[in-house]
Nanobody
Framework: QLAESGGGLVQSGGSLTLSCVAS????????VGWFRQAPGKEREAVSC????????FYADSVKGRFTISRDNALNTVTLQMNSLKPEDTAVYYC????????????????WGKGTLVTVSS
């Protein structure tokens, strides 16, 4: 099970930190990360990380503003979001799966229920 926290309402230019804790399984060998889905839009990969493959992916739209981190000992994944924009408004999902490359992450097998991030202009 993956459980997210940290969503909320923030003004444009502000920051939020999303956290995800896994229970019932170890994140060690998984690709972990965050997807989001904005109203009326398709779900998209935001950022993912693999300890095994030593790869980190960021969507172009968040590069330089978002930072993903993971703590395998605590079984947690964090997304630090800075310089937030109204277009970052979405439900953010914590994910765990197996696929990652320089252009995306995929093959997500486990999903959290999501946490809503709303950025006001």
């Amino acid at each position: 099970q993956l459980a997210e926290s940290g969503g909320g309402l923030v003004q444009s230019g502000g920051s939020l930190t999303l956290s995800c804790v896994a229970s019932g399984f170890s994140l060690d060998d998984y690709v972990v990360g965050w997807f989001r889905q904005a109203p009326g839009k398709e779900r998209e990969a935001v950022s993912c990380s693999s300890t095994k493959f030593r790869l980190t992916f960021y969507a172009d739209s968040v590069k330089g503003r978002f930072t993903i981190s993971r703590d395998n000992a605590l079984n947690t994944v964090t997304l630090q979001m800075n310089s937030l924009k109204p277009e970052d408004t979405a439900v953010y999902y914590c994910v765990a799966g197996w696929g990652i490359d320089s252009s995306s992450c995929y093959g997500m097998e486990r999903w959290g229920k999501g946490t809503l991030v709303t950025v006001s202009s």
